[in-house]
């Protein structure tokens, strides 16, 4: 597992297999906020702060891209995002989670956008914590 620390100081958590995907989402406060590429494969990931800030949002979405298997060819790449309490396992099958439509929302990321590029490489140049 990676931790990463978001522009406004939060922790931020990234799962590196599906263990660790399911150690992390279902271990984690239910009230932090849990974030997933949307339609392929990829790490949980979880910002560890109640009250999200627009910073700490973007950061944690850049990172479910980069941590995903999401063409990196591609303008724009949705990101989606709800607390940690919305999301359920439904089998034995590691990694696989359930997620509530109630209170999910879409990120949008423009993963080749300059201002993007910039989030992510400050974000791998600073990994607090790597197990």
């Not at 399911?22 to 990931?45: C, I, K, Q, R």
């Not at 850049?62 to 309490?85: E, F, G, W």
């Not at 396992?89 to 109630?102: A, Y």
């Amino acid at each position: 597992m990676r931790t990463y620390i978001s522009a406004t100081g939060y922790g931020i958590d990234v799962g590196e297999s599906a263990s660790e995907n399911d150690e992390l989402t279902f271990s984690a406060d239910p009230e932090y906020w849990w974030f997933h590429v949307s339609g392929y494969p990829g790490a949980h990931v979880v910002a560890r702060v109640r009250t999200l800030d627009r910073e700490t949002r973007r950061d944690a979405a850049i990172l479910a891209v980069h941590h995903s298997k999401a063409p990196v060819d591609v303008k724009m790449t949705v990101v989606d995002t709800c607390r940690v309490a919305s999301v359920s396992k439904p089998t034995n099958v590691r990694g696989l989670v359930d997620v509530s439509e109630e209170g999910v929302s879409e990120l949008c990321v423009f993963q080749n956008k300059a201002t993007e590029k910039a989030r992510l490489g400050r974000l791998l140049s600073r990994i607090f914590k790597q197990s």
